[in-house]
């Protein structure tokens, strides 16, 4: 989709911080980051949320959850990370292309200390 953010990042017309690249998926820092680690997993494939992409594409949605642990562990995080799917703009979705926020390097425990 041309006018697509992440479909451009994609497509190589707008930059980004890419840490993981295959055939099918692509992750990139947050230009925002909320955490040390803030990496976004998106599938090259475009779909508006996750809740399509499972419901039209569930093994990439396997896969797009397989990138974000090999980003979780890339970054140094193992199996101690967040990763956090906003679907729909009441509940901060921004960009609607489908993307997993791979946060980690704080701690997230609630309450805080």
Request: aromatic share 6%; charged share 20%; net charge negative.
């Given at each position: 989709?041309?006018?697509?953010?992440?479909?451009?990042?994609?497509?190589?017309?707008?930059?980004?911080?890419?840490?993981?690249?295959?055939?099918?998926?692509?992750?990139?820092?947050?230009?925002?980051?909320?955490a040390p680690?803030?990496?976004?997993?998106?599938?090259?494939?475009?779909?508006?949320?996750?809740?399509?992409l499972s419901?039209?594409?569930?093994?990439?949605?396997?896969?797009?959850?397989?990138?974000?642990?090999?980003?979780?562990?890339?970054?140094?995080?193992?199996?101690?990370?967040?990763?956090?799917?906003?679907?729909?703009?009441?509940?901060?979705?921004?960009?609607?292309?489908?993307?997993?926020?791979?946060?980690?390097?704080?701690?997230?425990?609630?309450?805080?200390?």
């Amino acid at each position: 989709m041309s006018d697509c953010l992440f479909c451009r990042i994609v497509a190589g017309e707008i930059p980004a911080d890419v840490v993981l690249r295959t055939d099918e998926m692509v992750a990139f820092r947050d230009i925002s980051p909320q955490a040390p680690v803030h990496v976004l997993v998106i599938p090259v494939e475009h779909h508006a949320n996750v809740a399509e992409l499972s419901a039209k594409a569930p093994q990439l949605t396997a896969k797009l959850l397989d990138a974000a642990a090999a980003v979780a562990a890339q970054e140094g995080l193992g199996d101690q990370f967040r990763l956090v799917f906003n679907t729909g703009a009441e509940v901060g979705q921004s960009v609607f292309h489908v993307h997993g926020h791979v946060l980690g390097g704080r701690d997230f425990t609630w309450p805080p200390g």
